[in-house]
């Protein structure tokens, strides 16, 4: 799954092509950061710059942040250390998905986006993610099929599609 992310962002060399059009039929450069926003399942935090550094954005949807609940800890003088962080997996976590739902493109690419996290948090992300799906495509990997029950299709070991 992680793979076939990978070759949506043009990340790895594969054969064949991945093509997005818009609702008038044109094509989409798929090319540099401006058409996906990517939430890797391990997001990366980088040592040695504060917590909102780290997110590498300055806009950050304050909204998103909240229901995310990691607002309070974006404030805090958090200093990424590698190992020693004193956030907790959840909140890395939670911290890579804000830095992907606070930039807006027409796709979101999201590998397990709610994999260690809480009933509570996972709940948010999906309510999250039904709100963008508006406006955005959005793809999510995810091992919690009852988490995408209300997406139109399902994709399966990639050679079988379920309408729903």
Request: hydrophobic share 40%; with cysteine; proline share 3%.
């Amino acid at each position: 799954k992680s793979t076939a992310l990978d070759c949506i962002l043009n990340v790895i060399n594969y054969n064949g092509e991945v093509k997005f059009y818009d609702t008038n039929g044109n094509e989409l450069d798929n090319v540099g950061d401006k058409l996906c926003g990517y939430a890797p399942q391990f997001p990366e935090l980088f040592a040695g710059l504060s917590l909102r550094e780290s997110i590498l954005i300055e806009d950050i949807s304050i909204n998103v942040a909240k229901k995310l609940q990691v607002a309070d800890i974006l404030d805090r003088n958090v200093i990424i250390d590698g190992e020693k962080s004193e956030l907790s997996g959840g909140q890395k976590k939670r911290i890579g998905l804000l830095r992907c739902l606070s930039i807006e493109r027409p796709v979101l690419l999201l590998d397990e986006p709610t994999s260690g996290l809480d009933i509570e948090n996972s709940k948010a992300v999906w309510e999250i993610l039904a709100i963008r799906a508006k406006s955005s495509l959005v793809i999510v990997t995810s091992h919690e099929i009852p988490s995408v029950k209300s997406d139109k299709y399902i994709i399966k070991n990639f050679n079988n599609v379920n309408k729903k």
